[in-house]
């Protein structure tokens, strides 16, 4: 496990939930590929947004402490290219 660094609370607090969040979606995702064949298509598309959902999260807690990020417009036209 990392060492956690002195930050300041605020700080501490959204990278330890941004943490989380991605822990979560990690756990997720390695459950869904490794059922991939078993599961069905709409649940493929449910845990698919809750993955969704799990990123935005990590980004609007790493945004609340100024870290930079680019627009969700930029990174959707950059997806459809």
């Given at each position: 496990m990392t060492i956690p660094r002195p930050w300041?609370?605020?700080a501490r607090?959204?990278?330890d939930k941004a943490a989380e969040a991605?822990?979560?979606g990690a756990r997720d995702s390695?459950?869904?590929l490794t059922n991939f064949r078993k599961?069905?298509?709409t649940?493929?598309?449910q845990m698919l947004g809750q993955f969704q959902a799990e990123f935005?999260?990590?980004v609007r807690w790493l945004e609340s402490v100024e870290a930079p990020t680019q627009p969700l417009e930029q990174r959707?036209?950059?997806i459809q290219r």
């Open positions: 300041p609370e605020n607090r959204a990278r991605a822990n979560l390695e459950w869904l599961v069905d298509d649940t493929k598309l935005q999260t990590i959707i036209e950059r």
